[in-house]
Nanobody, 124 residues
Framework: QVQLVESGGGLVQAGGSLRLSCAAS????????MGWFRQAPGKEREFVAA????????YYIDSVKGRFTISRDNAKNTVYLQMNSLKPEDTAVYYC?????????????????WGQGTQVTVSS
């Protein structure tokens, strides 16, 4: 099993940047896809970004393309989400997730371990 802990959230003005980190412990996450999801108050949890293990290809929802970058450091057993040009619409709790297998997925069903979440608030 694996434990995931997110960090790096906070309050930032529109147009600013944050970098979220997801540190894994218990076992390595090498061999598994990793993803980021977010959930705003009163809304369903939605897919944000993912990175596969097999080819390191990255995937993003349209609303964050060109602004967010997902990456992973295998030696540190950590995945990151660099968020630039933040908008108030990005305000949410962001969750890190470890995939069931090596292929990235935009579905919650593709992940079996989740972090506790970190709050990102973007003011206008």
């Amino acid at each position: 099993q694996v434990q995931l802990v997110e960090s790096g959230g906070g309050l930032v003005q529109a147009g600013g940047s944050l970098r979220l980190s997801c540190a894994a412990s218990g076992r390595t996450v090498n061999g598994y896809a990793m993803g980021w999801f977010r959930q705003a108050p009163g809304k369903e949890r939605e897919f944000v970004a993912a990175i596969s293990w097999t080819d390191r290809r990255t995937y993003y929802i349209d609303s964050v393309k060109g602004r967010f970058t997902i990456s992973r450091d295998n030696a540190k057993n950590t995945v990151y989400l660099q968020m630039n040009s933040l908008k108030p619409e990005d305000t949410a709790v962001y969750y890190c997730a470890s995939g069931i297998g090596p292929d990235a997925s935009s579905s919650l069903r593709g992940y079996d371990y989740w972090g506790q979440g970190t709050q990102v608030t973007v003011s206008s």
